[in-house]
């Protein structure tokens, strides 16, 4: 049955992503010291182009989800090192990933994305 | 008169917001190598807790901009430390500063906040 790696191999899934503080757009309430430091752990994980491309990859993938074989062969670089990228979107709480037969299938987490999405949301056009 | 300071000592400002490309959402099409080379280098800079919480303060100021001295006294780090912060958010496009007299103004680029937002925009809730 499938597994959800989450559960398997991630020591902090989601760290980011149990904090609802993080909802609050900049432009919002004043945010803590330690929201601030959990927001940078995110950013520290968006900071990496092969990291943005694989997220790219996933966010855009038909159905919604993309076999680690592809996203392996889209890059050329070894699968261990595609692993560990995709190991610190996961551990961001940006992706998660299910194991069904020989491969993972990894798909963002729509959550994580629309809490970035608020984050720079702006307010109505500033006043003049 | 007022100078803005993009153009008095900032070597590159604004890298990202000079590519339109960097608007697409993660969900869209497929990002190109440079594309998310120039991306990866905004999260970068956002990648760290004081820097923002300087964005953070930056962006909810009211009247839309805040005085350095103001950013100074909200940290216990030293001015120049604050002023280093503050030119890796200007060099990365996020924020502009306006020299009035013997104090520079920030304010955020409005701009730069939107294509963010826009990049982790979703489409409609995915089909089930």
């Known amino acids: 049955m499938s597994k959800l790696l989450e559960l398997?191999?991630?020591?902090?899934?989601?760290?980011?992503?149990?904090?609802?503080?993080?909802?609050a757009p900049l432009s919002g309430s004043t945010f803590s010291e330690a929201e601030a430091a959990e927001l940078a752990k995110v950013f520290k994980a968006l900071a990496d182009p092969v990291r943005l491309r694989l997220l790219n990859l996933i966010a855009s993938a038909e159905?919604?989800?993309?076999?680690?074989?592809?996203?392996?062969?889209?890059?050329?670089?070894?699968?261990?090192?595609?692993?560990?990228?995709?190991?610190?979107?996961?551990?961001?709480?940006?992706?998660?990933?299910?194991r069904r037969g020989t491969w993972v299938y990894y798909r963002i987490?729509?959550?994580?994305?629309?809490?970035?999405?608020?984050?720079?949301?702006?307010?109505?056009?500033?006043?003049?």
């Not at 398997?8 to 909802?23: F, K, L, R, Y």
């Not at 989800?65 to 890059?75: K, Q, R, T």
């Not at 979107?89 to 998660?96: H, K, M, P, S, T």
């Not at 987490?109 to 702006?122: H, K, V």
């Open 63 to 98: 159905g919604d989800e993309v076999c680690v074989c592809e996203l392996n062969e889209a890059f050329e670089l070894t699968a261990p090192t595609i692993s560990h990228h995709l190991k610190v979107l996961r551990q961001a709480g940006l992706i998660q990933g299910e």
């Open 109 to 128: 987490i729509p959550q994580a994305l629309a809490r970035l999405a608020g984050l720079f949301a702006l307010p109505a056009a500033p006043p003049a």
């Open 8 to 23: 398997a191999d991630v020591t902090a899934p989601g760290s980011a992503s149990a904090d609802p503080a993080c909802c």
